[in-house]
């Protein structure tokens, strides 16, 4: 029973910085891993960067460089780093977990980008 917490996001101004985590209820296991996906306005859910077990990390074109996805493995925290933002960079962030052979969600946070 797979189970994630989000927190972190809220409103920025263009060219701030908001950083979102994820509390997962364990660690994860070899073929697992995490993903953060939002929906923008009017838009479908898509994803915005992924890690695996070993480490590996995955962006969209549209954040490499200015968002950097991370885990803390001792707290079960996975961290989406998000600079330099952009108001298209605003959405519902939902954290991801592909665990135990299948998906879980997270309920969503909102990041709003405005001036």
């Known amino acids: 029973q797979v189970q994630l917490a989000e927190s972190g996001g809220g409103l920025a101004h263009p060219g701030g910085s908001l950083r979102l985590s994820c509390v997962v209820s364990?660690?994860?296991?070899?073929?697992?891993?995490m993903a953060w996906y939002r929906q923008p306005p009017g838009k479908e859910r898509d994803v915005v960067a992924t890690i695996t077990h070993d480490g590996t990390k995955g962006y969209i074109g549209a954040v490499k460089g200015r968002f950097t996805i991370s885990r803390d493995i001792a707290t079960n925290t996975v961290y989406l780093q998000m600079n330099d933002l952009t108001t298209e960079d605003t959405g519902i962030y939902f954290c991801?977990?592909?665990?135990?052979?299948?998906?879980?969600w997270g309920r969503g946070i909102q990041v709003t980008v405005s001036s």
């Open positions: 364990r660690g994860l296991a070899p073929s697992e891993q």
């Open positions: 991801n977990a592909f665990m135990g052979g299948r998906f879980t």
